[in-house]
């Protein structure tokens, strides 16, 4: 029993980390070894990459959940031992679910026909980890026994992710439109509200940059919004105990570029300063190091083939030093999280097999095969 | 400069995370400065690369001047937002009312990407800008465009506002950017990507959606990290058991570089390739060898004028 078995098993797997890491690659592959050692998984994509799309067979269909079929292990020559779905967030759609469930019918269509609504949905900050971690909290609470693995929008700082329930509730439940929407207010005098606002100075200026229609409509839109600031507030404070939970994981996923080595300890320590859960820090695409026995060889080996070949596996010393390197400083660095490395596949992530090649290092390592 | 972006006023490189777009930004910057052209080169609101890529000093949120010809500045979202209130509502005190007033700022927050617009907005209008003889400011301003959320998303704001506030200021503000965007005499598009399956697939779809989408121009796909090698079959037979996987990988990733060269030339914009470079520390030379590299690789003649 290794110590990630000793210590709880995860209920779900968050993946965070920058752009081009390979954090969908990872977060597929820890599902798939929980698969794999007898667990159903599920693993919940925002944009994953069409290969892997493919493999895992959600390609174009947003929203609903496949599942893995069984032709898709045998022709990799795995077996599962519990079934594997995989399923892409679609944002807007969980959005009009989540309005539909909290807004009375009567306020419905004029949510669903501002013009703030539409953009809002999608282009908010925050929207889509909002979205996410709605759609977690969804599935967690239909399916207790599936460990769940979300993959996240790529972001520079962990801080975009798990704030972003309590911007959007900061969106609804504010106390400016607290103020602003007294009971007297629902006249809809515009000049009026807009002198509450403290100066007449700011009404110009608010018109002068959106026109005045737009600001009244979108006194309106906040207006409605506002009424419901209760509603999300409940549903935020689910999500922040899903957070605290400490059978939800975060797994913060780095690549071997050192620029973004910062924002992955970024992570990990804003991760451990607001006591989140950290099941890991994944180090993706490692170059393992030369053996002693290659580098003897090319080093007897004559003429110009003989140089081609040391210059190869030079060139193959130099990468895995600058990875050993970059493994090393996070190892230091990672306030005593577990450190996995994942070596460098020669191919992209294209089926189950592939996909195989990173869940053998991982499953291990965070308890989950 | 790159023959084909030499008239470029605005040169963004975009692509997706981790394929060397700070990089390829830093090498283009040097070469313009290089050329006798007065060059700022911007990042947006991240983690500064360019101090340790230009070697000329540390980049801030306000503009510097690095080197004779070159400026540098990491775009903020909170300083971008003063600057365009002060620059578009022309008076303090109005340009005050909404930076400090909170009830306002949370008005604010309900139009969509503003923090994105004001960012963008600075790089479009730095591109413009004149000086006080009636000369550019800026010859040329080239743009490290961010990796984060969507790679191209952040060139739909104006759009995006547009049609969400239509009228007043900021809906003129983002008019005239989007115009500036779509222009192919103003603003040129750098691709950067990886010569490997997914991320050529990728370089695709944002292609595509950037002339269909955003009715952009991109002029130039720069694969980056690309393997050469070329070694006969017949000695690979007799290599030592040891050694053979090292050559064998090496001359799969040269293949599939190949390969996915060559699906990049199909999209009929300039080619370029830099090769894979292992470098420890990643600076100021190794940029100067990704521009030996790019200038050094004329492109074969392309399908455009």
């Not at chain 1, 895992?56 to 779905?85: H, K, N, W, Y």
């Not at chain 1, 009375?104 to 501002?114: D, G, L, Q």
């Not at chain 2, 990728?202 to 070329?230: G, Q, W, Y």
């Amino acid at each position: 029993m290794t110590g990630a078995q000793a210590s709880s098993p995860p209920s779900a797997l968050i993946a965070v980390g920058s752009g081009g890491v390979g954090k969908t690659s990872v977060a597929a592959s820890l599902a798939l070894a929980s698969a794999l050692a007898g667990r159903s998984s599920l693993v919940l994509t925002i944009d994953p990459a069409r290969r892997l799309a493919d493999a895992l067979g959600i390609g174009a269909l947003a929203q609903s959940e496949v599942r893995i079929p069984d032709e898709a292990f045998t022709a990799a020559g795995l077996t599962p031992r519990a079934p594997m779905s995989a399923m892409m967030l679609d944002v807007r759609g969980t959005w009009d679910e989540l309005v539909r469930r909290v807004v009375p019918p009567a306020v419905r269509e004029r949510i669903f026909n501002s013009r703030f609504y539409l953009s809002l949905s999608t282009a908010l900050a925050g929207s889509q980890e909002y979205i996410a971690m709605e759609k977690l909290g969804e599935l967690m609470a239909a399916r207790p026994g599936t460990l769940m693995v979300l993959d996240t929008p790529p972001s520079m700082h962990a801080v975009d992710f798990l704030e972003a329930p309590q911007r959007i509730l900061d969106f609804f439940d504010h106390d400016a439109a607290r103020a602003l929407f007294a009971p007297a207010r629902l006249a809809g005098r515009f000049g009026q509200k807009v002198v509450e606002l403290g100066s007449a100075v700011a009404g110009k200026a608010l018109s002068r940059l959106a026109g005045a229609e737009v600001i009244r409509e979108l006194m309106d839109f906040i207006a409605t919004m506002s009424s419901l600031g209760a509603a999300f507030s409940v549903r935020a404070r689910a999500t922040h105990a899903m957070f605290a939970d400490p059978n939800t994981k975060f797994v913060v996923v780095a690549g071997t570029d050192e620029d973004r080595c910062d924002e992955a300890l970024g992570m990990v320590s804003y991760l451990r300063d607001h006591h989140m859960h950290l099941a890991g820090l994944v180090v993706n695409g490692v170059q393992a190091a030369v053996p002693a026995l290659a580098v003897e060889c090319a080093a007897s080996l004559r003429g110009e083939i003989g140089d081609q070949v040391r210059a190869t596996i030079r060139e193959v010393q130099t990468q895995a030093a600058i990875d050993a390197h970059l493994v090393a400083r996070f190892a230091e660095n990672a306030l005593g999280v577990r450190v996995v490395t994942v070596p460098r596949l020669d191919t992209d992530i294209h089926d189950l097999g592939t996909l195989y090649q990173l869940a053998r290092h991982l499953g291990p390592a965070f308890g989950v095969g | 400069m790159l023959d084909e972006l030499a008239k470029a006023r605005l040169i963004v490189v975009t692509g997706k995370g981790g394929v060397g777009k700070s990089t390829i930004s830093a090498a283009l910057a040097l070469a313009s400065a290089r050329e006798g052209k007065r060059t700022l080169i911007c990042e947006i609101n991240t983690d500064d690369r360019l101090e340790r890529l230009l070697s000329l000093g540390p980049v801030a949120a306000d503009i510097r001047q690095l080197s004779d010809l070159l400026w540098a500045v990491n775009i903020r979202p909170d300083i971008a937002m003063r600057e365009y209130f002060d620059m578009v509502l022309k008076f303090d005190r109005l340009s005050r009312a909404l930076t400090e007033n909170r009830l306002l700022k949370y008005f604010l927050r309900f139009i969509p990407s503003l923090q994105d617009l004001v960012m963008l907005g600075k790089v479009l209008f730095h591109a413009r800008e004149m000086d006080g003889t009636g000369a550019p400011r800026f010859e040329r301003v080239i743009m490290d465009t961010p990796s984060t959320g969507h790679a191209l998303s952040l060139f739909g704001v104006p759009q995006v506002v547009i049609d969400t506030v239509g009228a007043g200021a900021l809906a003129n503000q983002a008019t005239w950017m989007r115009d500036d965007l779509v222009d192919a005499s103003k603003t040129s598009v750098v691709l950067v990507t990886l010569p490997e399956e997914t991320p050529v697939n990728e370089s695709i779809e944002m292609c595509a959606a950037l002339h269909d989408k955003l009715k952009m121009h991109p002029t130039t796909v720069i694969a980056n990290r690309v393997h050469e090698f070329r070694f006969a079959k017949r000695h690979l037979a007799t290599l030592p058991a040891s050694v053979r996987p090292f050559i064998e990988a090496k001359k799969a990733m040269a293949a599939q570089s190949t390969e996915s060269v060559a699906r990049l030339a199909a999209l009929g914009l300039v080619v370029r390739k830099v090769p894979h470079l292992t470098r420890t520390p990643f600076g100021r030379s190794a940029v100067e060898e990704v521009w030996q590299a790019l200038n050094g690789d004329k492109p074969p003649q392309t399908r455009r004028d």
